[in-house]
């Protein structure tokens, strides 16, 4: 089975502390997502990377950054925190599309997700 | 725009009564429809990829089904573990990352 590892299930930072939360996946997926889940408004896209070292922002990419160094791993840089990221922030991963799997559309694997408040 | 509505937000069940969560989207190029479930405190779990109107998939107590404005997650005389919330999520044709979520519907099954 394909595993996302989140380093953190639960994280507790100050207003202004640069934060880093960590994705690692173990089935060589060339695609790695970052997302934040808030009550009513369902999962949002914050980057997504879809090679080593290429990164597409998403929909609310203010006040993040991100690195991939690696295959395996995504991480999402919170540069200043603030108390409006307080939330549950979600590392996913799936395959690249190319040839006939450009066609279809395949799923997302979700890491446990890492809970992050910012006092 | 596109966008992704499930309805209702939440929805209590006692054992053994069926219902249907919907899922309404609006999408220029369809290429899949998701649905997830999402236990609390977890990541959301991989249920169905629906990819054309008509289509539709089984898994134990669940069958989800597709129409060209709508997807429906149809629960056949569920259990509390079937208690999650279940998240749809539509991919459209024009970008490899463009994946947009409903905020979810919360099942609550009662013993």
């Known amino acids: ?11 507790v930072k100050r207003t202004g502390e640069k934060v880093f939360l960590e994705c690692v996946q173990d089935m060589d997926h060339e695609n790695m997502f970052w997302y934040r889940q808030d009550p009513g408004l369902g999962l949002r896209l914050i980057y997504f990377s879809y090679d080593v070292k290429m990164k597409e922002k998403g929909d609310i990419p203010e006040g993040y950054s991100v690195s991939r160094e690696k295959k395996e791993r995504f991480s999402l840089i919170l540069e200043s925190a ?14 690249g599309t190319v040839g006939w799997s450009a066609l279809v ?3 997302l694997f979700f890491g446990s997700g890492t809970q992050l408040s910012v006092l | 725009e596109d966008q992704v509505t499930q309805s209702p937000e939440a929805l209590r069940l006692q054992e053994g ?37 008509g289509e ?13 404005k ?8 569920p259990k509390p573990e079937d208690s999650a919330t279940y ?8 970008s490899a990352s463009k994946i947009i979520f409903g905020s ?8």
Not at chain 1, 82 to 95: K, V
């Open chain 1, 105 to 107: 559309s395949e799923k």
């Open chain 2, 17 to 53: 009564e069926s219902s249907s969560l919907n899922c309404s989207y609006t999408v220029s190029g369809l290429r899949g429809l998701f649905w997830y479930r999402q236990d609390p405190g977890k990541g959301p779990e991989f249920l169905f990829t629906l990819y054309s109107a």
């Open chain 2, 104 to 111: 979810g519907t919360r099942l609550s099954i009662r013993p």
């Open chain 2, 70 to 77: 709508e997807s429906f997650l149809h629960i056949t005389a």
């Open chain 1, 82 to 95: 603030s108390t409006n990221q307080t939330s549950m922030y979600l590392c996913a991963s799936r395959p």
């Open chain 1, 1 to 11: 089975d394909v595993k996302v590892t989140q380093s953190s299930r639960y994280l």
């Open chain 2, 56 to 68: 539709e998939k089984e898994k134990e107590r669940l069958k989800a089904t597709l129409t060209k």
């Open chain 2, 87 to 94: 998240l749809c999520a539509v991919h459209r044709y024009s």
